[in-house]
């Protein structure tokens, strides 16, 4: 099993999948979310860390921890990121030289 930094994912990344799989796919789970993000969270064992990662929409906090592109892409879709912005979160990552790629 692996992601998409790691062979054997963290146990951090593999909650916070989680979260994003079944805020995004389960019926009902985003209204819920939505509604009230702390007691939403409080379903599931993450740290302090983790739920702030996640309710405080922190793109890059949450693709350095090992979170699936593509689920960390429907959660910005799902509570209405701009995309300007989960990008600019996402190039505050890059490494000098990185940019070679989007030329």
Not at 23 to 29: G, N, S, V
Not at 84 to 100: C, W, Y
Request: glycine residues 4%.
């Amino acid at each position: 099993m692996s992601n998409w930094r790691l062979m054997m994912p963290t146990t951090e990344a593999y909650l916070l999948d989680k979260v994003l799989f079944e805020l995004h796919h389960k019926p009902d789970d985003l209204a819920a979310y939505n509604q009230d993000k702390d007691q939403y969270l409080s379903r599931y064992k993450l740290t302090a860390e983790m739920k702030a990662k996640i309710s405080g929409n922190d793109v890059a906090a949450l693709y350095e921890a090992g979170v699936n592109p593509y689920l960390l892409r429907a959660h910005c879709i799902g509570v209405k990121i701009p995309e300007d912005v989960s990008l600019a979160a996402l190039r505050s990552l890059m490494k000098e030289g990185d940019d070679k790629w989007l030329k």
